[in-house]
């Protein structure tokens, strides 16, 4: 009889095409509008390029070859269709301090251990942060919601470079129990990778958890008062089952708001926490090229976190259409 | 005298707001036999939506809530039995329906997953016996396309319509007893007889205890064996629905039949309505609560409350000065 079940109707196909077509379309603006303000960098910041190579007291004739050889006297417009195309094709020029190396190799070397150290510190947080979200809510205003604020409270007092540094005191100075400044790439070895990332993860994470926590919190107590869920009790449904099954993908939405804004920002924007761990992340890459005016770098670095947040916010986007399924209906 | 399915004696449940206690239900008891079909009618803030909440056990105690009293279900004290023994009935035997389907039902879980999660609750149910199950329930509340409405969401069907899927959930492990808190409030009118009607011939059918919760006495009559009337927080009258609607001893329920529109009144008939308005709770000094708003009041009413009383033909009452029957007045009709 089970064949008797039909599969329920999906929006017909060329209207779901369409409407991917349009984001895409959107998207790809935005990229555009994006990468052009990144090359509008090198006109906007204070600094001669050709400056930065020769250093100061060069010949005149040395500085005018350098700005043919870097085509600065070009038109604007034409110098970033130049740079676009080349950027399409992976090249995002040669760094212009010693070591001059390819910008895109430097950008491939970083882009990893960041995303790596976002990526698992959110995770991190998540997995700490939602249980203690529900354990809250389960009786909003009891003992265990006010130990959990007061930690919660506690943790968002203590900035990263505090944070980090106690934790490098107790677990690897006292304790020994992790090394300090090193880096084992992933694809070196995942273990050594996972056991060297610890702790800066967990530095990153500490930040993280409190929002995520009192923001979940305040969502699941809410929606725990709604209708449904009294009917879910009303039929005999454990106190856990309402809470995984019932309140909790009603009460994500500003959960996933705000991680996704989390992954954005950390890619950029973990430089604290790399200088601490010595870690050749984005974060540091970008400061120490914008220090030594070393603009293809800053420019590609800028660049890439620029497309990660458009490309993050779209599959955020994306996802509430999943989790909530009135959207979904709002869109067709 | 038969064992009641549902006993009920002296339940209070009370609220500590910031304006001090509020006694929503304020000492109700009744018996409900199996198959019986109580009607309990009052207004807004009467208490009668605490009392079904309290009865399921929903309204749990806390440092603001205090629930006294027994209820009995079939020789379990519901407000005394632990969780586990009050889930494995709530669901199964008792069965409640709510007043507000679009927000009784989860917005984000598909119908047919409400419908399953009960079954398998309480059931050993593989997920697709549990689906052939749910699309057999579907049908029964007379949803067109059952199996297509399985894999919509709540928003995707009507109010009428998602009432039904509440009945379905209800109903889905053949209860012996449904608390039907205001099912139809939220509907159209014409909507609202349909799935009445359906809720009565579904409980006649499996021959299941029903307490109908409304604030509408047309909904009531018709539809219940016995009827009570709730006023702050107590039953101030009940009765056999036919001696109820022959006639009223309370002055409350006989001000609300009063102000019952009816159909063939001439036009432009002043509506008859019950002055005044419920009594503040928190608030209240002593007396009879409906005495600032009764016309019959005598200066003992203001002093003290009157006690729930049974009277000789079967009736309980709360009242000092009852209004004696003239003798085959009929108020009650049927919508």
Known sequence: MVNDVEAPRRAPR??????????????LAV???????TFMLSALLPGDPA??????????EAYEQVRQELGLNDPLLSRYVEWLSAVIRGDFGTSLIPPQSEVSSRLASAFPVSLQLAVMALILALVISIPLAMVSAYRAGGVVDRIVSAITFGILSVPSFVAGLLLIAIAVNQFELFPRAHWVRLTDSVPDNLYHA?????????????TFTRLLRSDLVNTLQEDFVLASRAKGMPSWRIMLFDAFRPSSYSIITVVGLALASLIGSTVIVETLFSLPGMGSLVVHAAGQGDLPIVQGAVLVIAVTYVVINTAVDAAYSIVDPRIRRAQN | MIKPLLHVRDLRTVFQTARGAVPAVAGVSFDLQAGETLGI???????????????????????????HGTVEYDGTDLLQASPKRRRALLGAEIAMVFQDPLSSLNPVKRIGIHLTETLRQHRELSRSEARKRAVELLDMVRIPEAARRFDQYPHELSGGMRQRVMIAMALSCDPKLLIADEPTTALDVTVQRQVLDLLAVLCQERKMATILISHDLGIVSGRSDRVAVMYAGRIVESAAAEDFFRHQHHPYPRGLLASTPQLDSPARTVLTTVPGRPPDLARWRGGCHFSPRCPNVQERCRQFEPPVEQTTDGRTLACFHPVAPKGGEVNGRNR
């Open chain 1, 14 to 27: 060329p209207k779901r095409a369409r409407r991917a077509a349009g984001k895409a379309a959107q998207l």
């Open chain 2, 41 to 67: 009618v009052g207004e807004s803030g009467s208490g009668k939506s605490v009392l079904g909440r309290t009865i399921m056990g929903l309204v749990a105690p806390s440092r603001t809530t205090a629930v």
């Open chain 1, 198 to 210: 610890f702790l800066p993860v967990l530095t990153i994470a500490l930040l993280e958890i409190p």
């Open chain 1, 51 to 60: 400056v930065a190579i020769l250093g100061e007291g060069h010949p005149p």
């Open chain 1, 31 to 37: 990229l555009l509008i994006v990468s052009f303000g």
